[in-house]
């Protein structure tokens, strides 16, 4: 019984270490440094071909298959976008390409030299995986640093769907849904008294809490700047990205979580006719993750507890129906897409979190953060004056 419990306590010692590389990696191997390095590593596989001597080893060329192994865990990691597509598909040609020469070094042979077309293929990919560099640098994601703001950020993964409710998905297990948190730090020394209030703080009255739904053309990273300035001015705000088998968008593998949103940007921009035509089955949808929200947070904050409501445009009538339906749990709400100035309504701030499609929609790079502070600002002055009318 004593190895039994002692085996069980390792293994659980060992989970908790894979849970810390696990959050490192995610916190510091971020989206952009991902495709900065495939695209690096393409460039000096390739590029390694002027500098092999006659009869020498290439030791290099092992950088083909790590080459290839990282842009497949972007996409992954990342889904399917223009980066992310470009690295697998450059480095998978390149890896095919010098299949011969990862032989003879695995087989510990010499490279007697390089073929005439291989030197015309490597100028070749050399030059794009330069231009690849200069791209991923140039459309780079802008981000605010949570600790600057004074905010902290958690994310829920859980599994499930919308028939049998949510539950939360263990380390080692696939999720289908993730539910981002934002809310403002609580300082050390004013973490007792906080404790004290608690249940204060739970009271619909006195806490300010904000549902957001985004549009699926722009999951919850893509609203990312806007969140995390609402966390700033005392709100906390939760988003939730779904992908079950029970709320399906296109009704194909598009559904997807590495398909998804780019399938969606697609279909839009080419049928925007079809994409209007769905707004009442969009609006279901909608409904659907509202009412899973409210169940999955009724756990924490209990039932009747009263939120504000924010979403682009693909949520705002589910929205209006909830309020009609159930007022007491509708503080208010908040469409960003009634505010003149945001120019990028139903893909979210992607002047900051996607430069290159906020460039294809002829929208500049903001490195002010100029639209994402004002529709905060809106939105915390509409919230402010919900509560003087109920006073």
């Not at 906080?194 to 957001?212: Q, R, S």
């Not at 998804?260 to 969009?282: D, G, H, W």
Request: proline share 3%; hydrophobic share 45%; with cysteine.
């Amino acid at each position: 019984m004593k190895s039994l419990h002692k085996s069980g306590t390792n293994a659980q010692a060992i989970c908790h270490h894979l849970r810390r590389i696990y959050s490192t990696i995610i916190i510091y191997f971020m989206k952009f440094y991902g495709e900065l390095l495939v695209f690096v590593l393409l460039f000096i596989t390739n590029f390694r071909v002027f500098f092999v001597n006659s009869a020498r080893h290439d030791p290099l060329v092992v950088l083909a298959p790590s080459t290839f192994l990282i842009a497949l865990l972007q996409i992954f990691a990342y889904g399917i976008e223009t980066f992310t597509v470009l690295g697998f598909i450059l480095s998978l040609l390149v890896l095919l390409s010098n299949f011969h020469a990862i032989f003879r070094y695995s087989e510990s042979l010499y490279i007697d030299h390089y073929s005439p077309l291989m030197l015309l293929w490597a100028i070749f990919t050399s030059i794009l995986s330069a231009a690849a560099i200069v791209a991923v640098i140039l459309f780079a994601p802008l981000e605010l640093n949570n600790r600057s703001l004074g905010i902290t950020e958690n994310q829920l993964r859980l599994k499930g769907n919308f028939r049998s409710g949510f539950e939360k998905a263990p380390f080692y297990t696939p999720a289908n849904a993730f539910v981002y948190e934002f809310s403002p730090t609580i300082n050390s020394e004013d973490k007792q008294e906080a404790e004290i209030k608690e249940d204060d703080l739970k009271k619909p009255e006195t806490t300010k809490i904000i549902l957001f739904f985004p549009d699926k053309q722009g999951d919850t990273e893509n609203y990312k700047p806007y969140l995390q300035l609402l966390a700033q001015k005392g709100f906390t705000v939760y988003s939730a990205d779904f992908f079950t088998d029970d709320c399906r968008w296109l009704h194909t593998i598009e559904d997807i979580k590495l398909l998804r949103q780019t399938a969606m940007i697609i279909r839009n921009n080419l049928k925007p006719e079809f994409f209007s035509s769905q707004r009442e089955f969009y609006t279901y949808n909608i409904s659907l993750e509202i009412k899973a929200m409210l169940s999955i947070l009724s756990e924490k904050y209990g039932e009747n507890m009263a939120y504000y409501f924010v979403s682009d445009s693909m949520g705002n009538t589910a929205i209006n129906d909830l309020a009609i339906k159930q007022r007491s749990i509708v503080k208010g709400s908040f469409f960003l897409n009634s505010v003149a100035e945001y120019e990028s309504s139903g893909y979210g701030f992607i002047k900051q979190t996607n430069p290159l499609l906020a460039y294809l929609k002829q929208l500049e790079r903001d490195s002010s953060f100029e639209e994402a502070q004002l529709l905060a600002e809106k939105t915390a002055e509409a919230f402010e004056n919900f509560e003087k009318m109920e006073e």
